[in-house]
């Protein structure tokens, strides 16, 4: 795998803790989890069983937010 990036900047992630890796446990951006859906023709984790995982570093988040949908937790 390679090394872990923004997707979005390609910026360097570093890991929050020295024994995790920036996948699992990222500093300074956020890990997102994801299937696919209906509307995915790469992705469909009903289909083919993958799902998929990117992180996105913060200076990202805070540029885009207005594309961010925020949702409290139940």
């Known amino acids: 795998m ?3 990036r ?3 900047c390609d910026k360097k992630i570093e890991s929050a803790a020295t024994n995790e890796s ?6 300074g951006a956020v890990i997102m989890d994801g299937g696919g ?3 995915s023709s790469l992705y469909d984790t009903l289909m ?3 799902s998929i995982r990117i ?3 913060d200076d ?8 961010v949908k925020e949702q409290m937790r139940p």
């Open 2 to 4: 390679e090394e872990p």
């Open 60 to 67: 990202c988040l805070t540029e885009c937010k207005n594309k």
């Open 22 to 27: 920036p996948w699992e446990m990222a500093s």
């Open 48 to 50: 083919d069983g993958i």
């Open 55 to 57: 992180l996105v570093c």
């Open 6 to 8: 923004c997707f979005r």
């Open 37 to 39: 859906s209906f509307g």
